[in-house]
């Protein structure tokens, strides 16, 4: 995979990973979904590029590969109690929200 894909616009949702939303977290997560310009949660689909990682908050962070924190939308629900992607079709979601992408 290649990032970000050619012709392509990088929406981001990130925020503190944990139900409290507390500045304090222990980790940040982020979500990235590569669309085409002007498109929008109607033309996802199982094959679009999305990237999930749980980033901890800690010293030294910035040592380790980012690869190394990739994870599944799924998780990241589990983790903050919010529901991402809402807006895309039911069978498409699920599909994309338990992939995990590979690392470039």
Known sequence: MSWPPR???LYVCRGPASPSASPSA????KIIVALRDAQTAAYVRSNTEI????L???VGVGQHRWTDCVTSIAAIEKET???????????VKRAVE???????
Do not use: K
């Open 51 to 54: 990237i999930a990682a749980i």
């Open 7 to 9: 012709e392509e616009h």
């Open 98 to 104: 338990r992939r995990v992408a590979e690392g470039p």
């Open 81 to 91: 109690g919010y529901d991402f992607l809402s807006s895309v079709r039911e069978g």
């Open 56 to 58: 901890p908050n800690e």
């Open 26 to 29: 222990r980790a940040t997560y």
